[in-house]
């Protein structure tokens, strides 16, 4: 997909918000539509026809959900939320990529449990609020907390549907206005799949504009371009067609200039799945951010040993420098050095934790348990190639039973792990062993591994160099890592 420039700006600014730690979600009843759940017309579709009315022709449908509890009690409603909201117990694939991206902030008007299970199912601890008793706790150590300020299907009692439920709701979940107004004001939201009729958040909004006026902080909402194509009701004349097309567009136009008043910025689509390429380009960008160093050496030629820790050493404080978080397993040779280059660049700046520029996965060699060592390694090395984007292959040998040096099996293991990831791989081949192999492995066929790039192909061809030197070597593999941060 190509993306247009506003798109481009928007998966810029909200990238650097994930990074920051201020990026927060709001779904709408649109995230969990592409699921099977109903939207809120179709949910209330059988009641307006007990009440005689055309859901298709009513707008406000917080009334029509109020004039069918003043006729028949809450009792259908209670059981309607139940039914349709239990079926699903997986998310859409915008919740799957959602929930990888590292945001710890969620809100939503959905009763369905779609967004806490599909972070839970990617091993995240998830708060949930749902009522107001639920602000009297907090989970320690959460992943993610999700806010589900309408209630959830399990409890339909306090759902919010009804005109009642509204007006009523500032005193009776005045909790999570409060905490949706901080919200607000400290994170950058994107609203997905949220139509902005709701009263709620209306007027949370106009309260947050009315005290900062023009400092009201930015957030961003997917809009899908009202298209003509639409439009194409058979009972009526192409004309009639083109007039409500025109009518629709006028109006979604004055809406999108309305949101920014409320400092919303529309992202605007010209189809729905466009969302899921978009919020799929965010997650590749930010993988690419953390850098896989797969690599062991008993033997470091044709470096000599303080060459070869030299280039180490400096190849991990560079990626940290340059913002980088690293991804290492404790290879032989290898392991301890891009510790040590990350711990010097953390000594040296403003970082609180070696945590946030290395994640280290250990590999036992003493087998213990049911689970044998080979197995334990490979899903180390899976872990590994699931967090990053890029991968740096060097050096790759080891000792045999004989005392031979031989290549090292585990570095092809990692390389295929890391295709099958779609983890981009930059062998330097000029380290030789295995990494040599990889090198010219990519180098027959550079346009099967790499984006179409005249200079990062030249780039890559150029790591197998054996004539270049360690300051060399690294300064080609942050620009091959710069060019593809931009691809």
């Given at each position: 997909m190509e993306f247009t420039p506003q798109q481009k700006r928007f998966i810029n600014e909200f990238i650097t918000e994930i990074n920051n730690g201020d990026a927060a979600i709001f779904a709408g009843a649109g995230l969990s539509a592409s699921s099977g759940f109903v939207n809120w017309k179709n949910l209330l579709r059988d009641m307006a026809d007990e009440l005689h009315l055309d859901i298709d022709k009513e707008t406000d449908l917080i009334s029509v959900a109020q004039y069918h509890f003043n006729k028949f009690n809450r009792t259908r409603i209670n059981n309607k939320i139940k039914n349709e909201f239990t079926s699903l117990k997986v998310g859409s694939e915008n919740h799957q990529i959602l929930s990888r991206m590292g945001i710890d902030t969620f809100w939503t008007t959905n009763y369905d449990k779609l967004i806490e299970r599909t972070l839970e199912s990617h091993g995240k601890t998830v708060e949930c609020k749902i009522r107001n008793k639920d602000f009297a706790s907090n989970i320690k150590r959460k992943d993610a907390i999700v806010y589900k300020m309408h209630g959830d299907k399990d409890s339909p009692d306090e759902a919010v549907l009804t005109k009642d439920d509204y007006e009523t709701y500032n005193d009776k979940k005045e909790l999570f206005s409060t905490a949706l107004r901080g919200d607000l004001l400290s994170k950058t939201f994107l609203f997905i799949g949220f139509s902005f009729d709701d009263p709620n958040l209306e007027y949370i909004l106009g309260r947050i504009r009315v005290l900062l006026r023009e400092n009201t902080p930015s957030h961003f909402c997917f809009f899908k371009e009202v298209a003509e194509g639409d439009f194409n009701d058979a009972k009526k004349t192409e004309d009639e067609n083109k007039q409500d097309y025109l009518y629709a567009k006028i109006r979604q136009d004055l809406k999108i200039e309305d949101l920014r008043r409320?400092?919303?910025?529309?992202?605007?689509?010209?189809?729905?799945?466009?969302?899921?390429?978009?919020?799929?380009?965010?997650?590749?960008?930010?993988?690419?951010?953390?850098?896989?160093?797969?690599?062991?050496?008993?033997?470091?030629?044709?470096?000599?040993?303080?060459?070869?820790?030299?280039?180490?050493?400096?190849?991990?404080?560079?990626?940290?420098?340059?913002?980088?978080?690293?991804?290492?397993?404790?290879?032989?040779?290898?392991?301890?050095?891009?510790?040590?280059?990350?711990?010097?660049?953390?000594?040296?700046?403003?970082?609180?934790?070696?945590?946030?520029?290395?994640?280290?996965?250990?590999?036992?060699?003493?087998?213990?348990?049911?689970?044998?060592l080979s197995e334990i390694w490979t899903a180390n090395r899976s872990d590994m190639a699931s967090m990053a984007g890029l991968a740096v292959f060097v050096f790759g040998n080891k000792r045999d039973g004989d005392n031979n040096i031989i290549n090292s099996d585990g570095m092809i293991e990692e390389f295929e792990l890391c295709l099958s990831k779609n983890v981009i791989p930059i062998p330097v081949g000029a380290t030789g062993s295995m990494s040599k192999i990889l090198w010219e492995k990519v180098t027959s066929n550079l346009a099967q591994y790499y984006p179409e790039d005249q200079n990062l192909h030249k780039l890559i061809t150029e790591l197998g160099d054996a004539r270049s030197n360690v300051d060399e070597l690294i300064t080609k593999i942050l620009k091959i890592i710069e060019i593809l941060q931009k691809i």
């Open positions: 409320y400092g919303i910025n529309a992202v605007m689509v010209k189809s729905y799945p466009e969302i899921t390429e978009i919020l799929a380009e965010i997650e590749k960008r930010l993988k690419r951010q953390n850098i896989f160093i797969s690599g062991a050496a008993d033997d470091y030629s044709p470096f000599s040993a303080d060459e070869a820790k030299r280039f180490i050493h400096t190849l991990s404080y560079s990626l940290a420098q340059h913002n980088y978080k690293i991804v290492s397993g404790f290879g032989f040779g290898i392991g301890s050095i891009v510790i040590n280059g990350a711990l010097d660049f953390k000594l040296n700046s403003n970082y609180r934790s070696l945590d946030d520029v290395l994640v280290l996965r250990p590999f036992p060699q003493v087998s213990s348990g049911a689970v044998s």
